[in-house]
């Protein structure tokens, strides 16, 4: 019972242990090369199918007739805006120098200074994650208001990264309407599709929609089962990575900073109109898996360890958060038990 009450409390670093470990187990042991050859693509696959799962049984708890922007969702999204902005500015203006001055033969910004950069701006210009509404129902938050905010933060990503990345990457073939177009592809499969499917089984199917709602916490422990391979996926990025341990260092250094800023940024603007967790989830969980895509597909490959690292740093507040929640309920429980006695 003690094991079962431990991997309650924390399976979101269980499954990211989990994930970790089986990667190495399978990476530095000859003779399962074969399995690991069928199994890695066989993962790659199924990802999607767990993000599309976890979105379709959350929708399937959500008051449809709730999903409306609120004042925080501005402020929250101007600020990932303005965090955009300085980044860029930061990444862009070495470059606009060397253009200004007679020019010299190579650019005034290292390449590692650049992927660090890139890969920072990965972290901060990534949609709110798919599962932020199910962290913010487990911490008692409003599910409509979080899910209202990951279909707007989707669409300033749409809008952003076809802006940002021709600038930042003037080399690759990128143009505006064809990364628009791809990345919204992308977005509907992954979010709306869902939403539609749920909109359809809750109002037409009641029987299956019941069965579904009724099983409790399913698209938390579905989004455990993707966090392993999206961990196995990172560790595998990390091993592979031809770049010093300093960059790797600072990168997951200055990820863990930024996340700390995100949610703490999050929570002080939810403070003011009474929604600190919705906030805080809604800036600081990241769709890494979606960011990490994005990255491999017009940045550089490497910058995708960004937010592989911050894949752990949101699931460790997440899970602080979880277990502060419960203990208080727990607590809470307690004390209305003696009160009832008395």
Not at 55 to 80: G, I, N, S, Y
Not at 141 to 162: D, H, I, K, W
Not at 253 to 275: N, S, T
Request: charged share 10%.
């Amino acid at each position: 019972m003690d094991i079962i009450r431990f991997i309650k409390d924390w399976t979101l670093p269980v499954a990211m242990g989990t994930g970790a470990v089986f990667y190495l187990i399978f990476a530095f042991t000859p003779q399962l090369d074969e399995v690991a050859m069928v199994m890695g693509p066989f993962f790659a696959t199924i990802l999607p199918l767990f993000m599309f799962l976890i979105l379709f049984v959350t929708f399937c708890k959500v008051d449809f007739h709730q999903l409306r922007p609120v004042a925080w969702h501005a402020w929250v999204l101007l600020f990932q805006t303005l965090f955009i902005g300085v980044l860029m500015v930061l990444m862009l203006y070495p470059s606009l120098q060397s253009q200004a001055a007679e020019p010299p033969s190579s650019s005034l910004v290292p390449s590692s200074s650049k992927i660090l950069m890139e890969a920072l701006l990965m972290c901060i210009i990534s949609p709110c994650a798919t599962a932020a509404a199910v962290v913010t129902q487990k911490l008692g938050g409003s599910l409509e208001q979080t899910t209202t905010y990951t279909f707007l933060s989707n669409f300033l990503t749409v809008l952003l990264a076809p802006v940002c990345f021709p600038l930042i990457e003037k080399g690759s073939d990128i143009t505006f309407w064809a990364a628009f177009t791809k990345i919204l592809h992308e977005v509907f499969l992954v979010l709306v599709m869902p939403m539609l499917l749920a909109y359809v089984v809750k109002h037409r199917m009641k029987r299956l929609h019941q069965r579904i709602v009724a099983v409790r916490d399913l698209s938390y422990y579905l989004w455990a089962c993707s966090l392993m391979i999206v961990t196995g996926t990172t560790v595998k990025n990390i091993v592979h990575a031809q770049v010093s341990v300093w960059l790797l260092t600072a990168i997951a250094l200055l990820g863990l900073v930024i996340c700390i800023v995100q949610f703490a940024v999050g929570r002080f603007i939810g403070h003011y109109f009474d929604h600190t967790q919705e906030a805080g989830q809604a800036l600081g969980q990241k769709n890494t898996a979606f960011a990490i895509w994005l990255s491999s597909a017009y940045l550089n490959p490497l910058s995708s360890v960004g937010p592989g690292c911050y894949i752990l740093w949101q699931n460790i507040v997440n899970s602080v958060e979880i277990w502060q929640y419960r203990k208080h309920g727990v607590s809470k429980n307690k004390n209305l038990q003696k009160s009832d006695k008395n």
